[in-house]
């Protein structure tokens, strides 16, 4: 059953960070919803039956927002399990964050922000009586909430989207990679004449490109150094992660190496995505010749 989750609390205490961090877990989010449009937003035609989590944040702005009527509400949507999501924070720390951003509190327009701080906490006070979870973000950081929602409310199996990419350096770097690692080091399986017509797919060049003195050891330490990044990213909370392997043209040591590092990365439990950029490309002796200087003619 899709869960139904109420975002609501003090203004300031983090309600639009929250609906992005649960819109990047693939939630389905909309912010300052009136009350009288929740049922037709959950059940809308165009969602996916029963396969879709809803966000709806509302707090004082919201039109038709009844602290004492919205669990009621939110309870009443038939196929969903509803919950209630607090966010709270000292009205010190809520003071301080209107100061920084110098926006007016929804409550005191014309007023000091802790005037509409004290009268939007007795306001919501049956709303956070009748919370799920209270969260308080007094000392959270973006990321710090973010994590907290992902543990709180991320799907189990939810795990980091890695994509390996071998490219071509003098057909443009890979525009779509966190890291980029140089294949140019080794030799040129191009310039071996059985070896042109195949490619870093073909065992004959994947054996080539292995046997290479230097790069046994690139790869296990590229393997552990990615080990050791790939959790932390997902950790920051950055859900995609492009490692990108360049060689001259694209087609032999990089492609090699992509395929060997997914093997790798399979091994220690990651899911790779592999993509060849530049694979499906004719060989061409002009394009390896423009990087002759990098590798050096012993290379060839």
């Given at each position: 059953?899709?869960?139904?989750?109420?975002?609501?609390?003090?203004?300031?205490?983090?309600?639009s960070?929250a609906?992005?961090?649960?819109?990047?877990?693939?939630?389905?989010?909309?912010?300052?919803?009136?009350?009288?449009?929740?049922?037709?937003?959950?059940?809308?035609?165009?969602?996916?039956?029963?396969?879709?989590?809803?966000?709806?944040?509302?707090?004082?702005r919201?039109?038709?927002?009844?602290?004492?009527?919205?669990p009621?509400?939110?309870?009443?949507?038939?196929?969903?399990?509803?919950?209630?999501?607090?966010?709270?924070?000292?009205?010190?720390?809520?003071?301080?964050?209107?100061?920084?951003?110098?926006?007016?509190?929804?409550?005191?327009?014309?007023?000091?922000?802790?005037?509409?701080?004290?009268?939007?906490?007795?306001?919501?006070?049956?709303?956070?009586?009748?919370?799920?979870?209270?969260?308080?973000?007094?000392?959270?950081?973006?990321?710090?909430?973010?994590?907290?929602?992902?543990?709180?409310?991320?799907?189990?199996?939810?795990?980091?989207?890695?994509?390996?990419t071998?490219?071509?350096?003098?057909?443009?770097?890979?525009r779509?990679?966190?890291?980029?690692?140089?294949?140019?080091?080794?030799?040129?399986?191009?310039?071996?004449?059985?070896?042109?017509?195949?490619?870093?797919?073909?065992?004959?060049?994947?054996?080539?490109?292995?046997?290479?003195?230097?790069?046994?050891?690139?790869?296990?330490?590229?393997?552990?150094?990615?080990?050791f990044?790939?959790?932390?990213?997902?950790?920051?909370g950055?859900?995609?992660?492009?490692?990108?392997?360049?060689?001259?043209?694209?087609?032999?040591?990089?492609?090699?190496?992509?395929?060997?590092m997914g093997?790798?990365?399979?091994?220690?439990?990651?899911?790779?995505?592999?993509?060849?950029?530049?694979?499906?490309?004719?060989?061409?002796?002009?394009?390896?010749?423009?990087?002759s200087?990098?590798?050096?003619?012993?290379?060839?």
């Amino acid at each position: 059953m899709p869960r139904l989750l109420l975002v609501t609390g003090m203004s300031g205490a983090g309600k639009s960070s929250a609906l992005n961090a649960l819109e990047d877990m693939g939630w389905d989010t909309v912010d300052n919803l009136p009350t009288s449009l929740l049922h037709d937003f959950v059940h809308r035609s165009d969602r996916t039956a029963g396969s879709i989590h809803v966000a709806v944040g509302m707090d004082a702005r919201s039109r038709g927002f009844d602290p004492h009527a919205l669990p009621s509400l939110v309870d009443s949507v038939s196929g969903a399990r509803a919950e209630i999501l607090y966010l709270d924070a000292t009205g010190a720390e809520l003071a301080r964050r209107y100061g920084e951003t110098r926006r007016r509190h929804p409550l005191a327009p014309d007023r000091p922000a802790e005037d509409g701080i004290a009268r939007e906490r007795n306001l919501t006070a049956a709303l956070r009586l009748a919370a799920d979870a209270v969260l308080d973000t007094t000392d959270f950081k973006p990321a710090d909430l973010r994590d907290e929602l992902r543990r709180r409310y991320g799907e189990e199996g939810d795990e980091l989207v890695l994509t390996l990419t071998s490219f071509g350096f003098a057909r443009g770097i890979s525009r779509t990679a966190d890291l980029v690692f140089d294949l140019r080091f080794l030799p040129n399986p191009h310039w071996v004449e059985e070896l042109r017509p195949l490619t870093g797919a073909d065992a004959p060049v994947a054996d080539f490109v292995s046997a290479q003195d230097g790069s046994e050891e690139f790869m296990g330490r590229t393997e552990e150094l990615l080990a050791f990044l790939l959790p932390r990213y997902w950790e920051a909370g950055k859900a995609y992660v492009g490692v990108a392997f360049g060689c001259t043209g694209g087609r032999h040591r990089s492609v090699a190496a992509a395929l060997a590092m997914g093997e790798r990365l399979r091994a220690r439990g990651f899911s790779p995505n592999i993509r060849h950029r530049d694979l499906a490309l004719r060989p061409d002796d002009s394009l390896e010749l423009g990087q002759s200087r990098i590798e050096g003619p012993e290379k060839r």
